[in-house]
């Protein structure tokens, strides 16, 4: 093949470019996503790691040791593939390995990093290292991740068979991103794995940040001082074409008779165990037969990477003399060039896009002449060697690590955003199936476990109450609400044989939370404390107008609802001293909540005038709220959307009934018919609820993530609240 059949031209690669790290013309919720990037806490990078002898191995456990060195130890653990049974003697870094032959293991590590907090994997992609046909075994952990995942590709094959095409196109599927570092794969994965250019990101093969120096600096370190060094180094194979060189050094010898060829690396494990050391003894037989043996060094180990420094650093010219053009990455080569080598190589597709603009020489395959050639033009002209070295260096700053680990973040943060906009659904293969008109079983195991002698634990980890966090009142009130509510429910539904929720009532939980109630109420201020510490000792004088509000709300409740006198006596004297505070309130939660337990209470003791008192003035407060601030477009009572929305016009809908206010009533299910058209996907109209993360301030963009229960809670008792005033089932279908 010529070398003009193969070069590729500039402007094919820049019509196909992956999105470079920053975009042009994005929207300005991505703008401020992207001026402050939400940066994951612990990212898994699976890839081989070191010990292991070969080159993924390496950029593995330096691009672990970049991200670490920039963004701190704590956020890294890494998942190597092991190719022997006995595996290797991993660093701390190394949490988990996978056998790779085993499926079972791909399985077991994608449970790990689930049940570990992972909020990012980052997987180095290679066909070779993981199991089953085109390396499939991989498949089984992406799809069992419930994080985010992006995958960078070191192979990318422009005619893959049947099986790499398959497993190609999973991965692209299951990534959220992928990083390529040439755009040739990038122009590959368009055309043949029909990727969209937007999910592809460039990020270059990481080089280390080297001086730039004279190579005389290393050359006695080796023995070769005085001498002019061409190097070679890396995992031998056949593919290296390292023969090539060998067979140009009698023509090159003959113009410079100084030059000395160093071959740096051991074979690679899998053809040594498959073939033995066969091509390290070709290439010195081959060295001796055109009698250039004592001008050929060979370095049979592993090269570490202070190692790599010295033989770089030791070389005059550096050489990759590849035999095949479908090497879209070469880790020797980036390395070389982020060392300001002179550089000779092959034009397989990482090369030439390296090597342009004069940054190197490149030769046609199969051709020690024009190797000898070229060798003998850079050593005859230094100034030509030292300009090209030059240029690649200044060209490799964007390379260095520290660069590098900062486009990893960047695209691992741009992933997060993009979550945020677009979430996936996650555990679907688990989620209950709905059914409407059908209420699913009761269970009341999390309540319990939660529940400890002085109340309801604030937080959990996963199903393990969250001690650090202590007790709220906010939690303890709806807790009491709650076991009221069952408590009127199973006397409702005695003695009915196909009841899912008769005879579960834990009645001892209801005082239990109502002296959590009793023990916050502060009667020098006349409020309510909110946080109360595992070790029992209050956080504050006075909590939120909020938690006041749920406070009343839950006694009012049991004041209202409940048939058992000693805790209703209990609760009255509670009510009578908390209740006037919610005059002086001004938070329209606070109104809200503080009305429905009013309300609770007026249903059962409707003569109480300080109470109705209380009433009207925050029902009114209410009204006028939403009043002053709705238009055609915003029906609501505020210019934001926050939490807790449904409970305000469930207020204005329950407190309107009681008192046969038309007005109050309208106003409640205008406000609620907006709320819920809101809180719906435009797409699938499924209930998407605003997030905590940022609500929705009018005029800007609703906030999708961090959406809390009581969203759903608040919207299904509100909806329940308007068919129940109505009569129509249009509410109540979206209770359901």
């Known amino acids: 093949m010529s070398l003009s059949n193969t070069v590729i031209s500039k402007r094919a690669l820049e019509v196909v470019s992956p999105r470079p790290l920053v975009r042009d013309g994005v929207s300005p919720a991505r703008a401020r996503a992207q001026s402050k990037p939400s940066l994951p806490s612990r990212i898994a990078v699976i890839g081989n790691y070191l010990p292991r002898q070969c080159g993924l191995a390496t950029f593995t456990a330096d691009l672990c040791e970049a991200i670490s060195a920039e963004y701190g130890a704590a956020r890294l653990l890494a998942l190597p593939v092991n190719d022997t049974e006995e595996g290797y003697d991993y660093p701390a870094r190394v949490r988990w390995s996978l056998a790779q032959d085993e499926v079972a293991s791909y399985e077991e590590a994608a449970r790990f990093l689930n049940f570990n907090n992972i909020d990012m994997v ?24 419930k994080m985010p995942a992006v995958t960078t590709l070191h192979t990318v094959l422009r005619e893959p068979d049947p099986n790499q095409l398959m497993v190609m196109e999973e991965i692209a599927e299951l990534s959220d991103r992928l990083i390529v570092m040439s755009q040739l794969s990038s122009q590959i994965l368009q055309e043949v794995f029909k990727v969209p250019g937007s999910k592809i990101d460039m990020v270059p093969h990481g080089v280390p940040d080297l001086p730039f120096l004279d190579p005389n600096f290393y050359k006695d370190r080796f023995g070769v001082e005085g001498k002019a060094v061409l190097l070679t180094f890396g995992l031998l194979s056949p593919n290296k074409g390292i023969e090539n060189v060998i067979q140009a050094l009698p023509q090159i010898l003959s113009k410079h008779n100084n030059v000395v060829y160093i071959i740096a690396g051991a074979t690679h494990p899998h053809i040594l165990r498959r073939e033995g050391d066969q091509y ?4 010195q037989a081959l060295a001796k037969e055109v009698g250039v043996e004592s001008n050929v060094i060979f370095h049979n180990h592993f090269v570490s990477p202070e190692e790599m420094v010295e ?28 060392a300001g080598k002179a550089i000779i190589s092959t034009p397989y597709w990482h090369a030439i896009e390296l090597l342009d603009d004069r940054r190197g020489a490149l030769v046609p395959f199969q051709n020690p002449g024009a190797i000898a050639q070229k060798t003998v033009e850079l050593l005859d002209t230094p100034a030509i060697r030292h300009a090209m070295r030059k240029r690649a260096y200044l060209f490799a700053r964007d390379m260095i690590w520290k660069r590098v680990a900062q486009g990893y973040m960047e695209s691992f943060s741009r992933v997060r955003s993009d979550r945020m906009e677009s979430p996936r659904v996650q555990f679907s293969a688990r989620a209950t199936r709905k059914v409407l008109n059908q209420l699913p079983e009761l269970k009341l195991d999390y309540l319990k476990r939660l529940t400890d002698d002085t109340g309801i634990v604030q937080h959990a980890i996963f199903t393990i109450p969250n001690r650090g966090e202590g007790y709220t009142t ?18 409702d539904q005695l003695g009915t044989a196909d009841s899912a929720t008769a005879n579960i009532v834990t009645p001892d939980l209801s005082f239990r939370y109502l002296a959590f109630l009793e023990h916050a109420f502060n009667p020098a201020k006349g409020r309510f404390r909110n946080f109360l510490g595992y070790d029992l000792h209050w956080n504050e004088a006075e909590g ?8 009343l709300w839950g006694l009012g409740t049991v004041l209202g609802r409940s048939k058992d006198q000693g805790l209703k006596c209990a609760t009255g004297r509670l009510f009578e001293f908390s209740s006037p505070a919610a005059m002086g309130f001004r938070s329209p ?13 007026l249903d059962s003791f409707p003569g109480d005038r300080d109470a109705q008192k209380i009433r009207s003035v925050l029902a009114r407060r209410l009204l006028e709220m939403y009043e002053s601030i709705r238009s055609r477009d915003w029906k609501w009572f505020e210019n934001i959307l926050a939490y807790g929305n449904a ?8 407190v309107g009934s009681a008192c046969a206010d038309d007005r109050m009533v309208s106003a409640g299910l205008e406000a609620l018919d907006w709320l819920l058209k809101t809180q ?5 109209g499924h209930f998407v609820p605003i997030g905590s993360q940022g609500f929705y301030l009018q005029g800007g963009e609703k906030a999708r993530f961090d959406q809390q229960p009581i969203e759903a809670a608040g919207a299904v008792s509100a909806s329940l609240q308007a068919y129940r005033l109505t009569g129509d089932s249009r509410w109540r279908n979206e209770a359901w």
Not at 313 to 331: K, L, N, W
Not at 544 to 551: L, M
Not at 589 to 601: D, F, K, N, V
Not at 647 to 654: D, E, I, N, S
């Open 122 to 145: 980052c997987l180095q992609h290679e066909y070779g290292i993981f199991g089953g046909p085109a390396g499939s075994h991989i498949l089984h952990l992406l799809r069992g991740l």
């Open 280 to 283: 390290r003894g070709y290439l």
């Open 311 to 338: 033989f770089i650093g030791a070389a005059d010219i550096y050489i990759t003399p590849y035999r095949h053009e479908e090497q879209v990455v070469s880790g020797t080569l980036a390395y070389a060039l982020g």
């Open 474 to 491: 906010d939690d303890n009130a709806r807790a009491l609400i709650f076991e009221v509510l069952l408590a009127q429910l199973n006397k």
């Open 544 to 551: 939120s107008e909020d938690c006041h509000g749920r406070a």
């Open 589 to 601: 939660r606070a109104w809200a909540y503080s009305l429905l337990g009013i309300q609770e209470y």
């Open 647 to 654: 409970r305000l016009p469930q207020a204005m809908l329950l």
């Open 680 to 684: 719906h996907c435009e797409t699938n």
